[in-house]
């Protein structure tokens, strides 16, 4: 017998007592809920306080008659399938009730075993159609959010909790590690919300100097600095009606925070150089890969802004928590990087494949893209190698020895900015050094970057 994915509700319906035992106390032993009703007037009632999976009804009852409930059930609650129980010299009745919507008929006396298997074979009609349906509003949830590539389980919370936040104005802040996939969160937020017809403009406030965020922010006034040669507005401003996307949060300085902070309260601001306020109705979705908490202990960032963008908290998960999702992000990878070089790539060999989904990805999402665009570029066949991989190719030992540490150090410092995509900000804080002694280095060793 099959094993119900949940326990099944029956109702059996018939106003003989001992067939109403004796059915009630078979189809329990296989494994189901079984409760009875000795009229189709008390079935009726019972349906209206709760749903049946199935209902076993009697075609001759008195008050009202089986095909008469039938009718009703269909009306209230389609989802209930019927069976019929009828006598020899009513299967006129048991036809016109499959033309009415039954599943089927049974006839009296009663083989308990054709029963059962009838039942059994009802229940994984119906258990294929509950998946249908899941499957069906799963893939619809992964198709809505383009550029969200993922069907595990921790991936389809995160779709169900975007949905939810995105129909309200919320403040949201976005957590997770490096790569995990923040701002493709904020846009779809952005995407699904009423919002989403308007400008997302998006700021990652890592890359400026508090400066230079403050002009990118409030914009500024035609002469407010020596290179202002024109009125310029800022990102507050071009978000109106919008959705504005405050990038690695947590790199603000405190100067920066306590301005932040006043306009999130009065959606208010005026331009660098300027005394005319400005007004801009905007959504805000904050993002970092920090913690922020931390930071409020150490002093550095204030809790007041905390809890102002901590409204509502979405915590990214990261790829080595969702492994089942690496084979499907690598082809969609595989897809775009061999469409635009061009080369016919289609597949990745087993081999690679296995050691990917066995790779904690430290730098997630943007690392394993990364890591396939690479591999494509440096592909030789129609297959995707495990020598192809930057982590998984062959190490030449002698190679090392007796390169010079400056050679090490630009090789390291170029993977790590790779793995960041380019990013200064996220490239520092993995080499531990500050922003100024990286810039230093990248000139040093000629290496460019997009940030």
Known sequence: ??????????????????????????????????????????????????????????????????????????????????????????????????????????????????????????????????????????????????????????????YDTIMD????????????????????????????????????????????????????????????????????????????SGTLFLDEIGDITMKMQIDLLRVLETHEFTRVGGTMPIHSDFRVIAATHQDLLAAIQEGTFRRDLYYRLNVVHIAVPPLRERRDDIPLLAEHFLVRYAAETNKKIDAIHPEALEAMRNYDWPGNVRELENAIERAVVIGKGRQIQLADLPFFGPTDQSAIVGRSLEDMEREHIARVLEAEGGNITRTAQVLKINRTTLYHKLKKYGLKTCS
Not at 28 to 36: A, F, L, N, P
């Open 1 to 158: 017998m099959l094993i119900p994915h949940k326990k099944f509700n029956l109702l059996v319906v018939d106003d003989e007592l001992i067939i109403r035992e004796s059915l009630a106390g078979w189809l329990q032993r296989d494994g189901y809920q079984v409760e009875t009703a000795e009229s189709g007037v008390q079935a009726l009632k019972k349906a209206e306080a709760q749903h049946y999976d199935i209902m076993l009804v009697d075609v001759k009852m008195p008050e009202m008659d089986g095909l008469t409930l039938l009718k009703h059930l269909k009306e209230r609650d389609p989802a209930t399938a019927v069976v019929m129980m009828t006598a020899y010299g009513s299967i006129e009745d048991a036809v016109e009730a499959i033309k009415q919507g039954a599943f089927d008929y049974l006839l009296k006396p009663f083989d308990l075993e054709e029963l059962s298997l009838t039942i059994d074979r009802l229940v994984q009609i119906q258990t294929l159609a509950m998946e249908n349906i899941v499957l069906k509003e799963r893939v619809a949830k992964i198709d809505r959010f383009e550029e969200l590539v993922g069907r595990s389980e921790p991936m389809l919370q995160l």
């Open 165 to 240: 936040v995105a129909q309200s104005d919320v403040t949201v802040l976005i957590t997770g590690e490096t790569g995990t996939g923040k701002e493709l969160v904020a846009r779809a937020i952005h995407a699904q919300s009423p919002r989403g017809y308007a400008p997302f403009i998006a700021v990652n406030c890592g890359a400026f100097t508090e400066q230079l965020l403050e002009s990118e922010l409030f914009g500024h006034e035609k002469g407010a600095f020596t290179d202002a040669k024109f009125t310029k507005k800022g990102r507050l401003e071009l978000a109106h």
